[in-house]
Nanobody
Framework: QVQLVESGGGLVQPGGSLRLSCVIS????????KGWYRQAPGNGRELVAR???????NYGDSVKGRFTISSANSKNAVYLQMNSLNPEDTAAYYC???????????????WGQGTQVTVSS
């Protein structure tokens, strides 16, 4: 079973920064992609950033130029550096990972429990 544990959320003032971390553990043959999503009350879950094996990244339009996703393969971790935060960034942030448990396995997606980010003065 694959487990993801997020940390780093909290309350920050507009214009501030936060760094989210997600540590991935469990039985895995390979990780195809890691990502961050967010969900604000009353809204659906939206892509924030994603990084695939090989290092290519893509970002949601609302965070481009402000957020940066990175991955520490040796630690099976993924990070989200968030700068120039504004109240519209307030949401629960979830990391996800696309893994293959064995070389012959199909890809499965696992989610963390979420960490709350609140941007307010």
């Amino acid at each position: 079973q694959v487990q993801l544990v997020e940390s780093g959320g909290g309350l920050v003032q507009p214009g501030g920064s936060l760094r989210l971390s997600c540590v991935i553990s469990g039985r895995m043959f390979s990780i195809d992609a890691k990502g961050w999503y967010r969900q604000a009350p009353g809204n659906g879950r939206e892509l924030v950033a994603r990084i695939i094996k090989g290092g290519s990244t893509n970002y949601g339009d609302s965070v481009k130029g402000r957020f940066t996703i990175s991955s520490a393969n040796s630690k099976n971790a993924v990070y989200l550096q968030m700068n120039s935060l504004n109240p519209e960034d307030t949401a629960a942030y979830y990391c996800d990972v696309e893994v293959r448990t064995y070389s012959w396995s199909s890809m499965q997606i696992y989610w963390g429990q979420g960490t709350q980010v609140t941007v307010s003065s």
